[in-house]
């Protein structure tokens, strides 16, 4: 019987193939296969964790701002009653408050409670409580 190392030390390639069972050849591809769709799939979810990261934005895009200036701020807009209150500050029996964003209420002194948006609206109430007796 030949000594199989004397040959397998001759040509080492020969070795390695002849070494191994056939199933140990095809468990070996299957790893292969096996690694290189894990470092796919990996490689996918951290291209879609970067994107994630790069759509969460720790400030809010130019167009967005731009929709929030259409609307007044609640400054300016409480800015707005600015000479209503000082004819109010003039009326006597007459409670007012200013409530968040921009709201006047008047409080009369008979009960009677008359809420505001608009300045020139309030404006007009006043002259005309001013115009009774």
């Given at each position: ?36 769709v ?39 807009l ?7 209150r ?48």
């Open positions: 019987m030949p000594d199989t190392r004397e040959n397998s030390k001759a040509n080492p390639d020969a070795n390695a193939t002849s070494d191994r069972r056939p199933d140990q050849d095809v468990i070996l591809q299957a790893i292969a296969d096996l690694r290189t894990l470092l796919s799939k990996a490689e996918a979810q951290s291209a879609e964790i970067q994107k994630q990261k790069t759509l969460c934005l720790d400030w809010l895009p130019l167009l967005d701002r731009a929709h929030r200036m259409l609307r007044k701020r609640p400054a300016k409480r800015a707005g009653f600015g000479e209503v000082n004819m109010l500050q003039c009326c006597e029996g007459i409670q007012y408050g200013l409530w968040y964003p921009a709201e006047l209420r008047i409080m009369l002194g008979n009960g009677e409670c008359s809420r505001f948006k608009d300045p020139k609206l309030a404006k007009d109430f006043i002259q005309n409580l001013k115009l009774k007796p």
